[in-house]
Nanobody, 122 residues
Framework: QVQLVESGGGLVQAGGSLGLSCAASGSISSVRAMGWYRQAPGKQRELVAT???????NSIDSVKGRFTISRDNAKNTVFLQMNSLKPEDTAVYLCNANILPRYGSGSFSAYWGQGTQVTVSS
């Protein structure tokens, strides 16, 4: 069974930093893109940043220059370093990965972590 386990998050003042990590575990054959989404109360879930196994990065404009996504392919782990945090970054952050399980249908599927709360106080 494949699962994503997140760690990090918490409460920080505006201008501070936090780091998130997400590790994919279980019977995994291959992992393509990994990334982070976020969902604030009353708002739709939005993509924050994704990174392919080859290191290609896509991110939303509002986090460019402040957030850095990276991954360790050998450990199937993705990281999000968040600097210069703003109150509008407050949300539940969810890890996402496109994974081919070792046993199953033989196709890639999207998996989600349980989410971790990031709260930025003004």
């Amino acid at each position: 069974q494949v699962q994503l386990v997140e760690s990090g998050g918490g409460l920080v003042q505006a201008g501070g930093s936090l780091g998130l990590s997400c590790a994919a575990s279980g019977s995994i054959s291959s992992v393509r893109a990994m990334g982070w989404y976020r969902q604030a109360p009353g708002k739709q879930r939005e993509l924050v940043a994704t990174i392919t196994s080859g290191g290609y990065i896509n991110s939303i404009d509002s986090v460019k220059g402040r957030f850095t996504i990276s991954r360790d392919n050998a450990k199937n782990t993705v990281f999000l370093q968040m600097n210069s945090l703003k109150p509008e970054d407050t949300a539940v952050y969810l890890c996402n990965a496109n994974i081919l399980p070792r046993y199953g249908s033989g196709s890639f599927s999207a998996y989600w972590g349980q989410g971790t709360q990031v709260t930025v106080s003004s």
